[in-house]
């Protein structure tokens, strides 16, 4: 991990004098969704909507392109900043880089997310990878991968249910954390945690206690992390990157993985 982190500083350094020839002694893996007309959307948030303002070429005989575009803060990949549900909290252009980049674990809970779309993510899950790989150990960025990711973007069996509004929430299930889980990962002094389905809190939540715990300790979320499977349990380097909403709760996220 500290290779990779060298290699990331060498590069940062040196672009200037070799903007054409650095190369990095890994491979990217993108970890974001695009955002389109199917990119999925909490039922009662507004959905992400692109208008195109020019695709065309001008009087003056060049091509210009322009849209404006409006979503939600919450939809598609994105971040949970800590002040979407602890007031005073950390807002989405105040969470320090350090929480942003860093090293991240994946922790791999699909035969058990498999068996049930209500699965909460436990301290059993947490103690079996940690009995592998050893503590999680603080500053960590970590991921959980349930395997919902290969549902996306079908609304039915990413969300389970295609309605909006208000009436399609006690519809939901989906995979998330356990709040025991999460009082573990604050515990643990982590970073960030990430998952692949659309809350770090299971579909069926109505108190959200996982967002609670974690964004008191100024912990963000990460959610609707695409391509989970591409990571290995330990070993990737992150680059997580929100739109730099000021005063915001959450806003899109470019997400990226450097691995060795």
Same mark, same amino acid.
């Given at each position: 991990?500290? $290779? ?13 004098? !070799? ?12 970890? &974001? ?12 948030? !507004?959905?992400?909507? @692109? &208008? ?46 350090? !929480? ?10 699909? !035969?058990?997310?498999?068996? $049930? ?25 970590? @991921? ?19 309605? &909006? ?40 939540? &109505? ?23 591409? @990571? ?5 380097? @992150? ?22």
């Amino acid at each position: 991990m500290r $290779s990779l982190l060298l290699v990331v500083i060498s590069l940062l350094a040196g672009c200037r004098q !070799q903007p054409t020839n650095a190369r990095l002694a890994g491979t990217w893996v993108d970890l &974001t969704y695009p955002f389109d007309s199917t990119t999925v959307y909490w039922p009662t948030a !507004q959905p992400f909507r @692109l &208008t195109v303002v020019s695709a065309q070429r001008t009087p003056a005989g060049y091509y210009y392109a322009a849209n404006n575009f409006a979503a939600a803060e919450h939809g598609g990949t994105h971040i949970d900043a800590p002040v979407h549900f602890a007031k005073g909290q950390h807002t989405t252009d105040q969470i320090p880089l350090s !929480q942003l980049i860093g090293p991240a674990v994946v922790i791999d809970v699909t !035969q058990r997310a498999d068996s $049930s779309a209500d699965y909460r993510i436990t301290m059993d899950d947490l103690t079996k990878w940690e009995t592998a790989h050893g503590r999680i150990a603080a500053g960590t960025i970590v @991921l959980f991968r349930t395997g919902w990711g290969s549902r996306w973007p079908d609304r039915a069996r990413y969300l389970g249910t295609v309605k &909006t509004g208000a009436a399609a929430v006690p519809e939901l299930h989906f995979p998330g954390l356990h709040p025991d889980a999460a009082a573990a990962l604050v515990d643990r002094n982590v970073s960030a945690v990430g998952i692949d389905t659309p809350s770090i809190d299971y579909g069926q939540s &109505t108190t959200f206690d996982v967002h609670q715990r974690l964004f008191a300790a100024d912990i963000p979320g990460f959610e609707n992390v695409a391509h989970l499977e591409r @990571l290995p349990a330990t070993g990737a380097f @992150l680059v997580a990157l929100p739109m730099k909403i000021k005063g915001g709760s959450g806003g899109p996220l470019r997400i990226v993985a450097l691995l060795p």
